[in-house]
């Protein structure tokens, strides 16, 4: 509402500005008062600022649809270049006895349902379990259109599929709005899209990014967390929990130390909350303190792969994960620490860039300080490290 | 892939119209200097009007293509895999193969002999001032 009001106000003082042009042509045009050339100009001047005030906003309008339409080309190009993407991945790696197409445009056209909000008592039972259906549904579909393909792959091509899901889910979306504005000449619902273009090419870009990564394998600047995790881990004994889940066991200076990460190195980010509720109840509640580490998103100005430390669950995604953890902290009084690896929306899922890589090595001696100074010898530690585990083994 | 190639060819002419407008609009802006040295006012008004013009859109349309290239190389940017060994510290870095992934076992190491490992995969950086 902010916005338009403030729209109003600058139309408003251009149309007073404007008023002034008469003033300004008579004042100081130098083709000379007799001049053809001058009264044509003054002509021209006068009906462009009638047309302005008359068919101004029509005139926005257009402009606005032009750059909407020009955006729009863009996306159904991106879409389609995402589209054919996951097409030669799974023809590559799957390699199904049937063109795969009818399915994967099914699947690009999968949708959730979220539970009814008006009871909000179970409200993320209810959510978990459609998550956990639509999960199971989606990895089945996968399976189906590529046989060939290993546990890794198949999480890594339903991630491809995500990825291209939501370009495509994108571009309808755009698509609407630009249908419906130019159908309405509706001033605020074309206003309202082309705000946006921005941002939205912007996560476009990074799904497209993502796409990539995803098809190959590569880590995602997501995958600080479990790399962070499987630093600990490596060279242990792994075994694995609820809901793929991956954890070890190992000492620091005294204190028994779990670290957990989703099992990689196939696209997955496991259900940390599920796994934590089960170590949490093997240990009896006896748990000294859980930190977390993950990525988040940064500020602009804010330098990629800063550190920053706090406290509470770090855990994106619904809600479901971040509730299960703040259920059983409180519930047996554990306390939870947070380590976060700064980059943003294009880095978090496009391929690891340096930085953030490097930063895994200052996260480990930061949480080996943290558990030194926040724990005594012989209590345990649950290390969880957050994010998707592609291309990131343990 | 046709796509691609008619794409980058729309660029290149839209880049190669932007730089010829820019130059004749620079060509006109010296022909009204030159029109107002021997003192023709009307002409010389005229000429560094649409000129400007000229100069501001072609400078505008630059600036966009500029923008627009500048994602291109961070898009198609090198990923690089980082092979460590736990022994001598011996770093061998190539470019990403399909199939790699961190901690994955990387063969022996050219001087010690010792087992090698994936310690890291990354985007390379692209050459060019950060944002």
């Known amino acids: 509402m902010k916005v338009y009001n403030s729209q109003l106000i600058v139309l408003e003082k251009i149309r007073e500005a404007s008023q002034l042009i008469p003033l300004f042509l008579s004042a100081s045009l130098p083709f000379g008062q007799s001049s053809d050339l001058n009264t044509v100009i003054s002509l021209l001047m006068y009906l462009s600022f009638i047309v302005l005030?008359?068919?101004g906003q029509k005139v926005q309008v257009r402009f606005m649809l032009l750059e909407v339409d020009g955006v729009l080309k863009r996306l159904e190009y991106m879409k389609n270049e995402a589209k054919l993407l996951t097409l030669k991945t799974l023809k590559e790696i799957g390699k199904p006895k049937e063109d795969p197409t009818p399915e994967l445009n099914m699947m690009l056209e999968q949708f959730l349902i979220s539970p009814e909000g008006m009871d909000p008592a179970g409200l993320v039972w209810k959510l978990d379990h459609?998550?956990?259906v639509r999960d199971m549904k989606f990895k089945d579909d996968v399976k189906k259109i590529a046989p060939e393909a290993d546990e890794s792959q198949i999480n890594n091509l339903e991630n491809l599929i995500e990825a291209s899901q939501a370009v495509n889910t994108i571009y309808r979306i755009v698509r609407h709005f630009y249908l419906l504005g130019k159908r309405t000449s509706s001033f605020y619902i074309i206003f309202q899209i082309q705000m946006i273009l921005p941002l939205i090419m912007q996560e476009v870009d990074a799904l497209m990014a993502a796409g990539k990564a995803f098809s190959q394998g590569q880590p995602i600047g997501d995958g600080i967390g479990a790399l962070v995790a499987a630093k600990f881990m490596r060279g242990l004994e792994k075994r694995k929990l609820d809901r793929d889940i991956v954890a070890?066991?190992?000492?620091i200076e005294g204190r028994r130390v779990i670290p957990l990460k989703a099992e990689g190195p196939g696209g997955n980010v496991g259900k940390p909350g599920d796994a934590m509720r089960q170590i949490i109840e093997e240990n009896k509640g006896k748990i000294a303190m859980v930190v977390m580490v993950d990525a988040a998103l940064k500020l602009e100005g804010d330098k990629?792969?800063?550190l920053s430390e706090?406290?509470?669950a770090a855990i994106g995604g619904p809600g479901t994960e971040r509730f299960k953890i703040e259920e059983e902290a409180v519930k047996h009084k554990i306390p939870v620490y947070a380590?976060?690896?700064k980059e943003s929306i294009l880095e978090a899922i496009a391929p690891m860039k340096k930085e953030i890589s490097d930063a895994a090595e200052l996260v480990t001696t930061r949480i080996r300080k943290l558990i030194l100074d926040r724990t005594k010898e012989g209590e345990t530690v649950v290390l969880a490290g957050i994010g998707n585990t592609v291309g990131i083994g343990q | 892939m046709q796509a691609r190639v008619a794409s980058r060819a729309y660029?290149?002419?839209l880049i190669a119209f932007s730089i010829v407008v820019l130059g004749y609009s620079i060509w006109m802006l010296y022909g009204g200097l030159l029109s107002m040295k021997e003192g023709n006012m009307e002409n010389f008004y005229f000429t560094a009007l649409v000129s400007v013009i000229g100069i501001m859109l072609a400078l505008s349309s630059l600036t966009q293509i500029r923008r627009r290239v500048s994602i291109l190389p961070r898009i198609g940017a090198k990923v690089l895999t980082v092979a460590l060994c736990g022994k001598c510290d011996f770093k061998l870095i190539r470019?990403?193969?399909?199939?790699?992934?961190?901690?994955?076992e990387a063969g022996k190491c050219q001087q010690c002999s010792e087992s090698m490992y994936i310690s890291q995969i990354y985007q390379e950086e692209p050459k060019k001032k950060q944002d």
Do not use: H, Q, R
């Open chain 2, 11 to 13: 660029l290149y002419l």
């Open chain 1, 130 to 132: 459609i998550l956990n």
């Open chain 1, 304 to 306: 990629t792969g800063d």
């Open chain 1, 53 to 55: 005030m008359l068919f």
């Open chain 1, 310 to 312: 706090g406290v509470g």
């Open chain 1, 248 to 251: 070890a066991e190992t000492m």
């Open chain 1, 339 to 341: 380590i976060i690896v």
């Open chain 2, 95 to 104: 470019n990403f193969s399909l199939g790699d992934y961190v901690f994955k």
